[in-house]
């Protein structure tokens, strides 16, 4: 019994690890707080190891992505009841599809973005990951200027554009 317990913590603990920083970075672009997101990814965590030791769920493919998909899920009705469109009596978190929403993998995602060059590999981080804007882009690229940046920032998306239709490639194609 305490060996299981054991592996019970540790599934858990690795869950959240894996899964948190995911869900609190939705809750966060949604106008949550890092308590919000806290409270509803541990109901979520709760709600999916009940679901688990009851044989309520078949094994997701993905853990993170299913418990991500309760948490957006467990999100959405909070919102809701913070509008005053929902009440306590109509939540019912026990009410979770089974099929959570598939989410692109990186490492997929990775791989035709490396299809556009390193130079819009570099381009398309500093524009979506670092934030930069196309003044800084220019700059940093050595172009003319932020219309210049825009127009070749515009390029390498559709370099990666055309790769995922020569390739005939749908969303489910980017999840694991």
């Keep these: 019994m305490e060996a299981n317990t054991i592996n019970h913590e540790a599934w858990l603990t690795r869950l959240y690890l894996d899964a948190f920083p995911a ?15 806290k409270d509803l990814f541990q ?6 190891y009940e679901k688990t030791i009851a044989g ?3 094994a997701p493919r993905n853990e993170k992505a299913y ?5 957006k899920h ?13 009440s306590d009596d109509v939540l019912n978190y026990t009410d979770i599809p089974n099929d959570a929403p598939l989410i692109p993998s990186a490492k997929r995602l990775l791989r035709y973005l490396e299809a556009a060059g390193q130079r819009c590999m570099d381009m398309l981080q500093a524009f979506y990951y670092d934030k930069q804007n196309m003044r800084e882009i220019a700059e940093r690229f050595g172009l003319s200027g ?3 940046a825009t127009v070749q920032k515009h390029k390498c998306l559709e370099k990666v554009r055309d790769k995922v239709k020569e390739k005939s490639l749908v969303y489910e194609d980017f999840c694991e």
């Design 56 to 58: 309520n769920t078949n």
């Design 74 to 86: 467990l999100w959405y009705h909070y919102r809701q009841k913070q509008q005053g469109l929902l």
């Design 67 to 71: 418990l991500l998909g309760i948490t």
């Design 23 to 37: 869900a609190s970075r939705y809750i966060s672009k949604q106008g949550g707080s890092l308590d919000e997101a």
């Design 146 to 148: 932020e219309r210049s």
């Design 43 to 48: 109901d979520a965590l709760v709600i999916y």
